[in-house]
């Protein structure tokens, strides 16, 4: 007898909990549904200030790489690449540019003689420099430094007296008498367009007096150079400086 009125129990307690279950879904669907009548209205453009943006970026169209090697861009670019650094550093690469600066015609002249001879103490002078960029003339964009190709103004003196009667490449060119590598032919004169071969990388570590650095473009370590262009004058040292 107590089982059935607990069941009986348990049954209306049930119903009344599956009613006020059906009245509170109703009371909800009538809240979301009570303005469903009302027309739609469209919210009319924004007619104030215009936004100041600035202009779309213009991309370097330039290429990475050529059928030949690298453009000066395209080296920069790998080097300082994450991803691709490992292409262009620890190995020889070929970068084809044209020559926009040169230390040479501002060497100081105590350092402007043969071979054999000692600089002054007191004579503050640089390794023997040019560098390339992808553009004739182009002082202001991306540009790469080579060095190794002679280690002081004393061996460039020795290869301008020996060069500067030749129209042809010499059978035995001359050598650096510190570094052993074979002076280029023709010195490397501004405006020339050449294809340099070389080991890439941020540093130069042949110096003598330390190791010069380019974290952002680079230095090409000279291997060979091939003329491609060449210069409209020989490289020359400043008229005057010359002490033979």
């Not at 453009?45 to 690298?70: E, F, M, N, Q």
């Not at 190709?149 to 001359?174: G, H, Q, T």
């Amino acid at each position: 007898m107590q089982s059935a009125k607990r069941l009986l129990s348990l049954v209306k307690f049930s119903t009344v909990g599956i009613v006020c279950f059906a009245a509170t879904v109703a009371s909800v669907t009538v809240g979301c549904s009570s303005n469903a009548d009302e027309p739609y209205k469209p919210i009319p453009a924004w007619s104030g200030r215009k936004p100041s943006l600035p202009p779309v970026p213009t991309l370097p169209t330039t290429a990475i790489k050529t059928a030949d090697g690298y453009t000066v861009y395209g080296a920069i670019h790998q080097l300082r690449s994450s991803i691709h650094n490992a292409d262009v550093t620890g190995k020889d690469v070929t970068v084809i540019g044209y020559i926009v600066d040169s230390n040479i015609a501002t060497a100081p002249a105590c350092a402007v003689h043969k071979t054999g001879k000692k600089d002054p103490e007191d004579c503050k002078t640089d390794i023997p420099t040019f560098v390339i960029a992808d553009t004739k003339g182009d002082a202001k964009g991306p540009q790469i430094k080579v060095m190794g190709w002679a280690s002081n103004f004393a061996n460039v003196y020795d290869a301008i007296e020996k060069y500067k009667n030749l129209k042809e490449p010499p059978k035995e060119p001359l050598k650096d008498e510190l570094w052993a590598v074979d002076m280029p032919f023709p010195l490397p004169a501004v405006g020339a367009k050449v294809k340099v071969t070389g080991k890439y990388g941020v540093n130069f570590a042949k110096s003598s007096s330390g190791i010069a650095s380019d974290p952002l473009s680079g230095i090409i370590t000279y291997s060979k150079i091939e003329v491609l262009e060449e210069a409209p004058e020989k490289a020359a040292f400043a008229k005057n400086d010359g002490k033979k």
